[in-house]
Nanobody, 121 residues
Framework: QVQLVESGGGLVQAGGSLRLSCAAS????????LGWFRQAPGKEREFVAA????????DYAGSVKGRFTISRDNAKNTVYLQMNSLKPGDTAVYYC??????????????WGQGTQVTVSS
């Protein structure tokens, strides 16, 4: 079992920045691929970014590439999502997810409860 707890969401103006954190607990959490997803009101949940256990593989949705950066600190079992140049379209509940497979964008096994990000225009 892996437990995930997100933090760092909030309200920010367009063009601003936020950093989300996700603390993972569980014996094997450090070896898992960690990802971020988001769900806006009335829309399907979508992939945002992912990072493998060693940090040498990352993947981003086209809509956030160049603006968002995913990273992880295995000593702290924490994954981060640095979000810059935020747009109103980035408003969503952001979820952290973990999976034992490598380099995946979908089908994650474990999920956090989510943290709200609101970008005002």
């Amino acid at each position: 079992q892996v437990q995930l707890v997100e933090s760092g969401g909030g309200l920010v103006q367009a063009g601003g920045s936020l950093r989300l954190s996700c603390a993972a607990s569980g014996r094997t959490a450090g070896s898992y691929t960690l990802g971020w997803f988001r769900q806006a009101p009335g829309k399907e949940r979508e992939f945002v970014a992912a990072i493998n256990w060693s940090g040498d593989w990352t993947d981003y949705a086209g809509s956030v590439k160049g603006r968002f950066t995913i990273s992880r600190d295995n000593a702290k079992n924490t994954v981060y999502l640095q979000m810059n140049s935020l747009k109103p379209g980035d408003t969503a509940v952001y979820y952290c997810a973990a999976d034992p497979r490598s380099m995946v964008r979908a089908g994650y096994r474990y999920w956090g409860q989510g943290t709200q990000v609101t970008v005002s225009s």
